[in-house]
């Protein structure tokens, strides 16, 4: 199983960035896929998740501003990503949760977002 995650980038404070995480190796549209995210010095949250039928849910931190979604056809989640804070710099990362776990893991996409 490969993820790949893209679409981080450096923007300002209120700008958008669309992150992009495509699967392969794996029937994608069984699994609750999700992003997460860790900052310097800081522990790695969830940030958004959606199930295999499309039901999402998001850290308080973000609801409103980011949205989760899949396109199974293409084995791909997104995460849109506006009103950005600096707060939200990171490197974000995807998870495909199988059985018990959060068992499959993209390489991390970098998102800067300057004051």
């Known amino acids: 199983v490969q993820l790949q995650a893209s679409g981080g980038g450096l923007v300002q404070a209120g700008g958008s960035l669309r992150l992009s995480c495509a699967a392969s190796?794996?029937?994608?549209?069984?699994?609750?896929v999700g992003w997460f995210r860790q900052a310097p010095g800081k522990q790695r949250e969830l940030v958004a998740g959606i199930t295999s039928i499309g039901i999402t849910n998001y850290a308080d931190s973000v609801r409103g501003r980011f949205t989760i979604s899949r396109d199974n056809a293409k084995n791909t989640v997104f995460l849109q990503m506006n009103s950005l804070k600096p707060e939200d710099t990171a490197v974000y990362y995807c998870?495909?949760?199988?059985?018990?776990?959060?068992?499959?893991w993209g390489q991390g996409t970098l998102v800067t977002v300057s004051s």
């Open positions: 190796g794996i029937t994608f549209s069984r699994n609750t």
């Open positions: 998870a495909i949760y199988t059985l018990q776990d959060w068992d499959y």
